[in-house]
């Protein structure tokens, strides 16, 4: 359900409630119309004001948790890019078409995390675990000439591995909806 029809819905109900009691309201024995119960009304009202206000406060916080878990894997994955892609470039430039193919699966993955921006061209519609897999082989497939090459290779394979488990848990973490039960409640 989109959060729209869950606010209508809501709404809906609080106002149907609304006019219900305005109608009921002239049925009440007059035993129900007394101060005492009237009293009672008001701590049922407020005892429900405060647990509505600590279920607000707790899916406030739990988006926020969500939001600042995916911010800093959203900077991690960056830095790693960052770091993974001055290795290929010290590799030398055999290490070009990796570069090009990390960049499109760079755009491929800003669209994925937000639709509604497009990156600098590259396969967005490609399955991203394809994109790694092909990433990680082309990276095994370079023959290093010497030593300093395959020590960068190795850096890169690691550095490649590393990646792709923080994409994978920043997309699943992104895909986790809010508390389903706190919602209805």
């Excluded at 969500?66 to 994955?77: C, I, L, P």
């Excluded at 755009?107 to 675990?129: E, K, L, M, Q, T």
Aim: charged share 20%; net charge positive; hydrophobic share 45%.
């Amino acid at each position: 359900m989109s959060s729209n029809i869950i606010a209508l819905v809501i709404l809906a109900g609080s106002c149907g409630g609304l006019l219900l009691t305005m109608r009921l309201r002239h049925r009440l024995p007059p035993h129900h119309q007394e101060d005492a119960t009237k009293d009672l009304i008001k701590i049922a009202t407020g005892m429900m004001a405060t647990l509505v206000a600590l279920i607000l406060g707790l899916l406030v916080s739990s988006a926020k948790t969500t939001f600042d878990t995916a911010t800093a894997e959203v900077t991690q994955s960056g830095a790693q890019i960052i770091a993974l892609d001055r290795t290929l470039r010290n590799y030398g430039p055999e290490a070009q078409p990796l570069r090009e193919l990390l960049r499109s699966n760079l755009a491929g993955s800003i669209v994925r995390v937000w639709p509604g921006r497009v990156g600098h061209g590259g396969s967005v519609n490609r399955d991203d675990s394809s994109v790694l897999d092909e990433f990680g082989e082309a990276i095994r497939k370079l023959s290093p000439r010497n030593q300093v090459q395959t020590h960068l290779q190795a850096k890169a394979i690691d550095q490649a591995g590393e990646l792709a488990r923080g994409r994978g848990l920043l997309f699943e973490q992104m895909q986790n909806p809010l508390p389903q039960v706190f919602l209805i409640v």
